[in-house]
């Protein structure tokens, strides 16, 4: 239930920081909140859906800074949550500290999302939004005395959702997709997200494979728990087993996987079917960034990035 979720993470807040339960004044605190929200002001943010294929019980359509605030009390810690935001924006601000010229935000990591600089006169959506206690609407920023200061607005496309519905009409979808859709706790959403993300890349291989070890063409049709278990065949392993520099190291980190007398063969099959899924997902993010690269009018866009799939995943950056 959503309100375990908040009691957990006010106890390991407190844990970390004891000094809040004595503190005199309340401590400011800002909460990243990696999920789609309804954010009508810094600090209400009302959950839409679970994504990445988390999900819990009484959180969606309800205010999370409302929920963790609730916990801090229950916690018995001085803090107030003063600030709401998503990770994506976040990264949009982390990265303009460096470059004024940042133009949008991407994570590539367990989950993956945008969000870019949209001008506001363009988007509908945000020029019908209304005031939220007191404070201007998007669209009144148009408007004196806010004119000239935010005619621009970041807009968080949640850009995993793309295409999601009962039809698919624009993503390359195989069969191994449409598996691991039917099997995630999520089906026929978040489509997008399910061929790029870290939390699934790994599932795509395994289903890749198995279907080779089935018909005898891997390892000798010899099954290991890793390649039948959903799951079991991890982001990490596949990352691990595309980035190796020898056969050798591709046999040593089977052998972890139950699988004891890989051939070279089978290595270089394997380390193959990584790397065209790994690929496919980072020609997948790039056509998203030339969308929003033709949707400003430019070819020369500022991106900043963060997450473990870009940091961390063999020539992703590539």
């Known amino acids: 239930p ?31 909140f990696s999920f789609p929200v309804e954010q009508p002001s810094i600090n209400v943010g009302k959950l839409v859906t679970w994504t990445k294929g988390f999900t819990c019980p009484g959180v969606e359509g309800e205010d999370v800074v409302a929920l963790l605030q609730k916990s801090f009390v229950k916690a018995g810690v001085n803090i107030k949550v003063v600030a709401l935001v998503n990770d994506t ?20 990591g367990t989950g993956t999302n945008l969000c870019y600089l949209e001008k506001v006169l363009r988007a509908p959506k945000l020029q019908s939004a209304r005031a939220f206690n007191k404070l201007p609407s998007v669209a009144t920023w148009c408007q004196p005395p806010y004119a000239g200061s935010a005619q621009e607005h970041v807009v968080n496309t949640e850009w ?23 099997r995630s706790v999520n089906p026929g959403e978040h489509l997008y997200e399910k061929m ?22 891997l390892f000798q049709g010899e099954v290991s728990e890793a390649f039948v278990t959903q799951n079991g065949f991890t982001t990490e392993a596949m ?30 099959l394997l380390r193959h079917i990584c790397s065209l899924i790994s690929a496919r997902a980072a020609r997948l993010v790039a056509a998203g960034l030339a969308a929003i690269a033709t949707r400003g009018g430019t070819t020369d866009l500022t991106i900043a990035v963060d997450g473990s799939v870009y940091s961390k995943y063999p020539k992703f950056k590539e």
């Open 160 to 182: 995993g959702g793309f295409d999601s519905g009962s039809e698919v009409k624009a993503l390359p979808v195989s069969a191994y997709d449409v598996v691991l859709d039917r």
């Open 196 to 217: 790029i993300s870290g939390m699934f890349l790994g599932e795509l291989a395994r289903l890749v494979a198995s279907g080779l070890i089935a018909k005898g063409i």
């Open 2 to 32: 959503g309100e375990e979720l908040f009691d957990f993470i006010a106890q390991k807040v407190k844990e970390k920081c004891p000094e809040t339960a004595d503190a005199p004044e309340p401590v400011p605190l800002g909460f990243t």
């Open 89 to 108: 924006p976040g990264t949009l601000y982390a990265g303009a500290y460096k470059d004024p010229h940042v133009a949008a935000g991407l994570i590539l």
């Open 239 to 268: 990352a691990n087993i595309e980035g190796s520099s020898s056969i050798k190291e591709v046999q040593e980190l089977l052998a972890t996987l139950g699988v004891p007398a890989a051939s070279e063969l089978d290595c270089r």
